[in-house]
């Protein structure tokens, strides 16, 4: 149970942090 919780909190840091990278990525490729 314990190590289930722990995936889900690291799988949604990756997910925040892969967001905001490619939200950057974009951001600076527009321009």
Avoid: Q
Avoid at 3 to 28: C, E, H, K, T
């Amino acid at each position: 149970m314990l190590g289930r919780i722990i995936a889900m909190v690291i799988a949604g840091v990756i997910i925040v942090y892969l967001v905001r990278w490619i939200d950057n990525f974009f951001s600076g490729f527009r321009k």
